[in-house]
């Protein structure tokens, strides 16, 4: 079964806008961490966001936030204020204790920022 | 720049040769991570190396081998090398290696292509 699942394949945003990339998980895992990386054209990762299992709060670094709705398992990234260099393909990824230390990694959301 | 160093960049080798992927960590991380990036499989972890010794396994080929080094550098050697083996691999560090909340940091990527 797909532990990370991301259902959108591409999205499509103005710039200035909000945009929302769903993520979805399954663990029966009580300690888990969430993670965010933005991979631009150029193939490197680089790290969004980190949300914690029992974290209260939703992860907030500035313009991502995560959306954690712990119940019903998804993590979904939300970056406000779209600028052009936001176009990037975004993976969501989740670490689980009883998952050793491997990240597993969702199929990704391409985001396309317009002017 | 996340830190991270990987060599080389861009790799073009034959079938049934032989090639080896170089990392360097973070400055103060202990564990270094290999992933797999390709267009069917998605980001795959192929193994993890803390402090020197095998820490975790993950979908890698017996063709593929990992070692780490005493100041830390790790290395993925890829024999027999066949057409599937084209991807994007990363190496990830991070701090420990136990720990589910740490962040993984990636490098830049060596991309191979198998002709």
């Known amino acids: 079964a797909q532990k990370i699942t991301q259902t959108q394949p591409g999205m499509f945003v103005q710039e200035k806008e909000a945009v929302t990339l769903d993520c979805t998980y399954d663990t029966s895992d009580p300690s888990y961490g969430l993670f965010w990386y933005k991979q631009p054209s150029s193939g490197e990762m680089i790290f969004l966001i980190y949300q914690g299992s029992y974290d209260q709060q939703n992860a907030t670094e500035g313009r991502y936030s995560l959306n954690f709705q712990k119940a019903r398992k998804s993590a979904n990234l939300v970056i406000s204020a779209s600028q052009l260099g936001d176009s990037a393909m975004y993976f969501c990824a989740m670490r689980e204790v009883l998952g050793f230390q491997k990240l597993v990694f969702g199929t990704g959301t391409r985001l396309l920022v317009s002017p | 720049d996340s830190g991270v160093t990987q060599t080389p960049k861009h790799l073009i080798t034959a079938t049934g040769q032989r090639v080896t992927l170089r990392c360097s960590p973070r400055?103060?991380?202990?564990?270094v991570y290999w992933y797999q990036q390709s267009l069917d499989q998605g980001l795959q972890f192929l193994i993890q190396?803390?402090?020197?010794?095998?820490?975790a396994k993950g979908n890698i080929l017996e063709r593929f081998s990992a070692q780490q080094f005493p100041d830390l550098h790790s290395e993925l050697n890829l024999s027999s090398l066949e057409l599937g083996d084209s991807a994007l691999y990363f190496c990830a560090s991070s701090v420990g290696g136990t720990a589910y909340q740490e962040t993984q940091y990636f490098g830049p990527g060596t991309r191979l292509l198998v002709l």
């Open positions: 190396y803390y402090n020197g010794e095998e820490r």
């Open positions: 400055s103060g991380d202990l564990s």
